[in-house]
C-alpha cells in the first residue's frame, strides 16, 4: 500500500524495501524456478546433513531423555528418506495428532482420514486432549518463541504416550500420527533444537513438571514424527484393494507443501518407483496407485501462497500467487482435472482463493483436495457426508461427474441426513466415549486386548 505522500506500507517493517530489479532481472532471478529441479540438485548438492537421531540415542543413553519407541506391535513399514536412510511408519495403534485449519475449515479432511482407517480396521485413539502447536503463530507473526514451541511439541507426544492409560493398556500402546504439514514440519525442526541444546531442553524440563509431563522425570521424545501422509503412502496397497471407482482417465496434479518436505528435508520420503525418486513420494505414489494419472508441471516446486506472514499481511500477494503460480498453471499447462495436497494450508489458500480470478476478468477453477479425501472418495466415500465437498469453495461437481458420481443424487441423500442430524440421529465415526480420557465429564470404557 502506498500513501499520498509515496510512504509506502507492507506490512513486513521497516526493514522491507524494494530489491530495485528491472523487470527483466527479475525474471532472470526467478527463471531457475521454472527449470527442471529435482531433489538431488535442490536438497543433496551440499555436504551430507546429520541424522539427529544418532544424538537421540546417545542422550537416551545417557539418561537424559526417554524415547517413545515405534513398537512392533504398531506394525511398522519402513521407507527410505532423501539420503537414503530409514523411516519407519507406524500403521495401527495410532494417535491422531489433529490440525485446527482442518477441523475449523476442511473438516473432510480428517474424516475422509478417519474413514479410510475404520474401512481397513486400523486401530487408533481420537481423543480431544490436545493443543495446537502454535507454529502458524511463531511463523505468522513471531510472537511465539522456541521454550514455548518445545513445550507444545513435548506436551502433546508426552499426551500421546500416556492416553492409552484411560484404557487400562500400557503407556506407549498408542504412536502419533500428526495431521497437519505445519506441526509436521514445526515439530521436527523443534526436535532438532531440543536434541541439540541442553539449555533448551532443561527451560522445557521446568515447565513440563509443573505440568506433570515428564516420564521418570526426564522429557518423552518420539522415536519418528509422523505425517498422515506417510502413513497413506506406506498403506497405499490396501487402499488400493478398496478402490471403487476407476479413475484412470483423471489428469491429476501435485502440490508438495514445503512444510512437509522443504522444511528438515532429510526426513523427507522418497521412493525410486515413484518419478524415478526425484521428487517428495508422499500423495505421488498413492495417486499413481489409485491409477491417477499425474501430471508434471513447471511451478510445482512453488509455495502455494500462503507462507504465513504474507497471508496475513501481503493477503493479496498470497491470492495472486496461489491462482497465477500454481492454479492457472495447472489448469492451463498441466490440463488439471483435480490438484492434490497434503497440508492445511496450502489445501486452503489453493482452494478457497479461486474466487479472486474473476477480478482479472480470467477466471480459473480447478477442484482441491488433500490426497486423503480423494483416496476416500474413489473408495466409496460419501462424497458430502464424508469427504464433505460442500465445504470446497472450488466447484467439484465436475470432477465427480468425470470419475461417474451422480453428485446430486448423493446431494439429496445428504440433504436428508441432515434433517436425521436435526432430528437427533446423528452419526460418528468414532465412539464419542473415546473422545475423552481424563477430567470433568469421563467415564471409564471397557475394552478386550
Known sequence: MTTGNGERFTGHGADWADSGLSPDDARQATAWVEQRIDRRSMLTNKARVEDVRDIMWQLEKDGEIVV???????????????????????????????????CGNIPGYPASLLWLMNKMGVEYLDETDQTSCTAWNYHGSGIGN??????????NFHQAYVA??????????????VHCGT??????????????????????KKILAKLGRLVDGKILIPEEVVHYSEWLHVVRRRIRELQEIDCSELRATVHPA?????????????????????RVAVSTGLLQELGAQVIDYSTWYDCCGFGFRHIISEREFTRSFAIDRKVRVAVEE???????????????????????????????????????QFAALVC????????????HASPIEGLMEKLGIDWRARKAEFEAYLKDVEAGKAETLYDPRLMITSGPGYKPVGRDR
Not at 504398531?74 to 485449519?101: F, M, N
Not at 522456541?146 to 506436551?155: D, G, N, Q, T
Not at 493398556?169 to 498408542?174: H, K, Q, V
Not at 506441526?183 to 522445557?204: D, I, Q, T
Request: glycine share 8%.
Open 258 to 278: 514445503c512444510h512437509v518436505y522443504k522444511m528438515v528435508p532429510e526426513d523427507a520420503i522418497y521412493d525410486d518407483e515413484i518419478l524415478d525418486g526425484e
Open 183 to 204: 506441526s509436521f514440519g514445526n515439530y521436527k525442526e523443534v526436535r532438532g533444537y531440543l536434541l541439540h541444546s541442553a539449555a533448551l531442553r532443561e527451560k522445557v
Open 68 to 102: 517413545h519407541r515405534i513398537t512392533d506391535e504398531q506394525e511398522p513399514v519402513t521407507a527410505k528418506t532423501l539420503y537414503g536412510w530409514d523411516k519407519r511408519i507406524p500403521t495401527r495403534r495410532l494417535w491422531h495428532h489433529k490440525s485446527c485449519g482442518q
Open 146 to 155: 522456541l521454550e514455548s514451541l518445545a513445550a507444545v511439541f513435548l506436551r
Open 334 to 372: 498441466a490440463k488439471a482435472d483435480i490438484m492434490i495436497g497434503h497440508d492445511t494450508g496450502c489445501i486452503t489458500t489453493l482452494d478457497k482463493n479461486q474466487w479472486i480470478s474473476r477480478a482479472g476478468d480470467r477466471p480459473v477453477e480447478l477442484p482441491i483436495l488433500a490426497d486423503c
Open 164 to 177: 492409552s492409560k484411560a484404557q487400562g493398556l500400557d503407556e506407549g500402546y498408542y504412536y502419533p500420527l
Open 380 to 391: 466409496g466415500a460419501h462424497p458430502y457426508k464424508i469427504v464433505q465437498s460442500h465445504w
